[in-house]
């Protein structure tokens, strides 16, 4: 699927070939003009008043008209702002995203919801806006499972319909990689945080990765940047998660390049292994924990673990171990002579 800026003649029109897709693409859509009351007739929809309604559209500063196509079938077209006209409002908005009747239930909606976030993202955005009909209650449903929240009702600015207002924070991925050191009692060393988004919470040793870097390269450096301890290896892959934070602007600096203050959708590969009972040290130490942001850490017992008295990442840790040592065992019994 191809997204790109609609393209006018050097009169400032609509080529006759594309007015014609888009005046088929909005037809095929009756059952939603009937309830938006944009055409005096959803069920005559003409050129005429396809190319009114794009252009009353483009006339707003900041307006942007991108159509989506698969095969060089046009399947979708989507209307953008990037400034809302309430200087109070920070966001960019999501004016209409509509899909091909003939074409819905493949996907391209999602597809196109998110090449319009990427391309806000891209732009330095932290977040979106749309709203929806209050008599559109698929539209909710869809924008809901992607992700969007209702943040306020109010009327529309042009026709004062009803509608509720979706927000959506645009996330940056972020691949990270932490290790789960396991002492012979089965203990394991945790760091506590105070995020601003999600809260206390203790985490395993690990961060985000630097560019280039393997999530088995960057669990070993940030072990080694966080405890000291240069004489562990990443064992097997524990598991895998994902999860949504912030990074805090107490950072001095980001891994992975990411800037620090943003809201990210972090991707960790957890490792484990064996290590002695010993405390984090070793010189600066105390700076790279200020500029991580951990408060203190300690080791955690397996029965403490499996309490969680505080959030601990990746949830259900205990859980996880206690399955990969039960594996371990049976993988490697134990061989008496």
């Known amino acids: 699927m191809i997204l790109e800026p609609l393209a006018l003649t050097a009169d400032h029109d609509l080529p006759a070939p594309l007015l014609t897709e888009l005046t088929a693409l909005h037809a095929s859509n009756r059952a939603f003009h009937a309830l938006s009351g944009d055409f005096p007739d959803p069920d005559d929809i003409r050129g005429e008043q396809v190319a009114a309604a794009l252009a009353d559209e483009l006339v707003q500063p900041d307006a942007e008209v991108l159509l989506a196509r698969s095969e060089g079938r046009l399947v979708a077209v989507v209307i953008t702002l990037a400034h809302h006209p309430d200087p109070a409002d920070p966001d960019p908005w999501i004016g209409l995203l509509m899909v091909d009747a003939t074409e819905q239930g493949k996907g391209y ?11 806000f993202r891209a732009a330095g955005r932290r977040a ?20 969007y929240e209702v943040v306020d009702h109010r009327p529309d600015h042009a026709l004062g319909r009803p509608c509720a207002v979706l927000r959506k924070v645009l996330r940056t991925p972020r691949q990270a990689a ?11 060393l945790l760091f506590r945080y105070d995020n601003v988004e999600v809260g206390v919470h203790w985490a395993l040793p690990g961060g ?34 994902e999860h949504d934070f912030t990074l805090p ?54 029965r403490e673990l499996a309490e969680e008295p505080e959030p601990v990442w990746p949830p259900g840790l205990a859980r996880t171990l206690d399955t990969w040592e039960a594996e371990s065992a049976v993988d490697r019994p134990d061989r008496e002579v």
């Open 128 to 147: 979106v806006r749309l709203a929806v009909l209050d008599n559109n209650p698929g539209a909710l449903a869809f924008w809901t499972a992607l992700g």
């Open 109 to 119: 909606g999602r597809r196109v919801a998110t090449a319009v976030e990427e391309r």
């Open 178 to 188: 932490r290790v789960a050191v396991v002492d012979p009692d089965g203990a394991v």
């Open 208 to 241: 985000g990765l630097e560019p280039g870097e393997t999530p088995r390269e960057g669990a070993l450096r940030e072990l080694a940047e966080e405890t000291g301890w240069t004489d562990l290896l990443p064992g097997p892959l524990l598991c895998t998660w």
């Open 249 to 302: 602007h107490s950072r001095l600096r980001s891994s992975g390049g990411t800037p620090i203050g943003v809201p990210v959708h972090q991707h960790e590969h957890v490792y484990v292994t064996h290590g002695p009972h010993r405390e984090p040290s070793g010189p600066g130490l105390a700076a790279a924990h200020a500029a991580d942001g951990i408060l203190t850490w300690r080791w955690w017992s397996r």
